[in-house]
């Protein structure tokens, strides 16, 4: 039996079908470009999965579901996914190439918005300076892109996974 | 030796005190704050209390609290780990008062190191070479001679100052008078004081502590260098010991100044003297810290000695067990700090469930964690999670096992600081040993870490391995939801349906 399921890779936003196969002690899944076909066989503990590639390799994968995001680990490579409606969300809001949401990685408060919408920025730029566990940090863009909306205030406390801004794409 | 110990503290540190304790047979008592009630230092002890809300001021730093878990407990002595209020002259005091053994220097020792003026002028009154600096100047004919005697670089800072407010680094002579006045008003408008003095501008300087130990009967010695350069904003990221810079003769002059300046300020217990060390070999008194220090272990790999039983030993007034020539060291030890920190994102603390942690194992390996697997990592406390601490019989081959240690780590549900130290591991510059406590601003802050991580050649399989996890996840949804809606009553039909059949 086959199914068709989509994931949104995080935080470029790109929707990525995928074809899934049941086999007795795993899947066999194949995904479009740059993936491939890979078997993935249940490991010998709880969220940890063994990845066959076609070439034969076989990775560790460590894979926690949360409410609407997977989290991959492989090594000390971090990987995160949208499933379902979040998916659909993102892809669309991503509909432009290279158009992005930054969520905040955990609760906290907005000290200060360092740039303004329209503002060109680089990879590693500050954009905001957000306070968390009593300590001020710089949150960094994570790509170029044209800040397209700013969604919080200075002052304002925010929750995890809150909307903080949009990235565009450069003109 | 005492009978019963409480341990002030939480997280690594706590269990790595309750651990000691258990090794010397003495009872262990944990305290815990509504947040930590299955720590794994609580699961270590052999009783624990519960001291207060998670809000560290309520419980932690709660001085009136800890004393009635002591009291409650029958603990004669507290020992009070490191942060919280292991430097807090005002508890060692009051454990005094209630007939309780403060585990760590006398009060007027912690009273002395917190005050950095006074250390500043015992440290010199010792002998022990601070970073040349004036006296506060108020003309700038003064400051003109002071900085000729002091030479430049230097810096002009605020006698009030803080957070480089009131700072100038002045380069030249004829530099001076403008910054001079700059720092000035600076000074008179942030602190209402324009009192500024001159300090050495000490380039590109290494952190090189030493440890020390003294008993109450006036013997003090040192356990040698940890080398403490690879830090971000004053936090100590990786610690080694030896240091790869300092050659035996440095080593003992400056082993000999923190053993005169632990003399001088009437020190016992374990403790550690900060120093700067410039690359023309010149060291600088920094500060003391009057504790136990987070990268200790570094220093018993080393030298083979237990420094929480010695801390022990020492409080319950034995004489220090051995003599500085009976002290040798052998080998090298490097210290990971595992933190709850996104390095890709300026070391940003996270928060979650540890869902999957796995530490390594293997020839080499100590692993200081306070934490276990199914914990959630919480936003009140310390992001410390763990200390990766790893031996070699030299320095090139710690690095190598901590590599395959790093390897073999396993955490999913919180960023940590395993991929920096994966990458800085593996950066030349680190590894030929050429750091100073510049280095992360500038390799990793400004190249190494500009770029979020990116691992195209892994991005298949992780794309994979969530579309099994996500299938299998709603494949078992769905055969419980199945039968979940069937009532027992019709279960029993079906199963006489089946029956019926065979």
Redesign the interface.
């Known amino acids: 039996m086959r199914r068709e399921k989509k994931l949104g890779s995080l935080p470029d936003g790109k929707v990525h079908p995928i074809r899934v196969e049941r086999l007795e002690d795993g899947y066999r899944i194949e995904t479009g470009p740059p993936g491939g076909r890979s078997t993935v066989v249940r490991g010998p503990e709880a969220r940890v999965w063994s990845v066959v590639t076609e070439e034969g390799g076989s990775l560790e994968a460590l894979v926690e579901r949360g409410e609407s995001e997977i989290e991959v680990a492989i090594g000390t490579a971090r990987f995160r996914f949208t499933t379902g409606a979040a998916t659909a969300n993102v892809a669309r809001r991503a509909s432009a190439p290279g158009r992005i949401e930054v969520k905040s990685p955990m609760p906290g408060k907005v000290v200060k918005v360092l740039v303004s919408p329209g503002e060109s920025v680089s990879a590693g730029q500050p954009v905001l300076l957000f306070e968390a566990m009593k300590m001020q940090n710089e949150l960094r863009s994570p790509q170029d892109g044209v800040i397209a909306e700013i969604a919080v205030e200075a002052g304002q406390a925010i929750e995890a996974r809150e909307r903080l801004y949009v990235l565009g794409p450069i003109q | 030796m005492f009978r019963k110990v409480l341990i002030a503290n939480r997280g690594e540190i706590a269990c790595r005190i309750s651990r000691a304790l258990r090794d010397a047979g003495i009872g262990s008592v944990a305290v815990y704050s509504e947040a930590d009630r299955d720590g794994l230092h609580v699961r270590l002890s052999d009783e624990a209390y519960l001291i207060g809300p998670a809000a560290s001021s309520q419980s932690y730093l709660s001085i009136p609290a800890i004393l009635e878990a002591a009291n409650k407990s029958g603990a004669e002595a507290i020992h009070p780990g490191y942060g919280f209020l292991a430097e807090n002259a005002g508890f060692a005091v009051a454990c005094r008062e209630n007939g309780l053994t403060f585990i760590g220097p006398p009060p007027s020792a912690v009273a002395l190191m917190g005050d950095k003026a006074r250390a500043r002028a015992v440290a010199l009154n010792a002998g022990v070479p601070v970073v040349p600096g004036s006296l506060p100047l108020d003309s700038l004919d003064d400051a003109e001679r002071e900085a000729d005697r002091i030479g430049y670089p230097l810096l002009v800072k605020a006698t009030a100052g803080g957070g480089g407010k009131g700072m100038r680094r002045v380069a030249r002579r004829e530099d001076l008078s403008s910054a001079f006045e700059q720092a000035r008003s600076e000074a008179q408008s942030s602190f209402g004081d324009p009192s500024v003095y001159l300090e050495k501008y000490v380039e590109r300087p290494r952190h090189i502590e030493i440890q020390v130990l003294g008993d109450d009967r006036g013997s003090v010695v040192h356990l040698f260098e940890r080398e403490c350069s690879i830090q971000r904003r004053h936090q100590k990221l990786i610690e080694e010991a030896p240091s790869p810079f300092l050659d035996d003769a440095l080593r003992a002059r400056m082993g000999e100044a923190a053993v005169s300046l632990a003399r001088a300020s009437g020190y016992q217990n374990a403790g550690t003297v900060e120093f700067l060390v410039d690359s023309e070999r010149n060291f600088y008194f920094l500060e003391m810290n009057a504790r136990l220090q987070v990268e200790h272990p570094v220093t018993e790999l080393v030298t083979g000695v237990d420094l929480v039983l010695l801390q022990l030993a020492i409080a319950s007034g034995e004489a220090l067990p051995f003599s500085q020539a009976e002290i040798s060291r052998r080998g090298w030890a490097m210290e990971l700090r595992i933190t709850a920190e996104?390095p890709f994102?300026?070391?940003?603390?996270?928060?979650g469930t540890l869902?999957?942690y796995r530490p390594p194992e293997g020839p080499g390996i100590r692993h200081d964690a306070g934490v276990f697997q199914g914990q959630r990592v919480t936003?009140?406390y310390d992001?410390l999670i763990a200390k990766l601490i790893v031996s070699g019989e030299d320095r090139s081959q710690c690095i190598s096992r901590a590599r395959r240690a790093?390897?073999e780590?396993?955490?999913?549900?919180i960023?940590t600081t395993?991929?920096f130290f994966?990458r800085m591991l593996s950066d030349e510059r680190f590894v030929s040993g050429e750091i100073d406590v510049g280095f992360v601003d500038r390799h990793w802050m400004r190249e190494m870490?500009?770029?979020?991580?990116e691992?195209?050649e892994?991005?298949?399989?992780?794309?994979?391995?969530?579309?099994?996890?996500?299938?299998?996840?709603e494949?078992l949804s769905d055969s419980n939801g199945e039968s979940g809606s069937l009532s027992p009553w019709k279960l029993a039909g079906v199963r006489e349906v089946m029956r019926g059949r065979s």
């Not at chain 2, 780590?409 to 549900?413: A, E, H, I, P, Q």
């Not at chain 2, 892994?458 to 996840?473: D, R």
């Open positions: 996104d994102q300026n070391f940003m603390p996270t928060a869902a999957v936003p009140h992001p790093i390897r780590y396993r955490v999913l549900g960023s395993l991929p994966e870490a500009s770029r979020p991580a691992f195209p892994l991005f298949p399989a992780a794309l994979a391995a969530a579309a099994a996890a996500l299938e299998e996840q494949r």
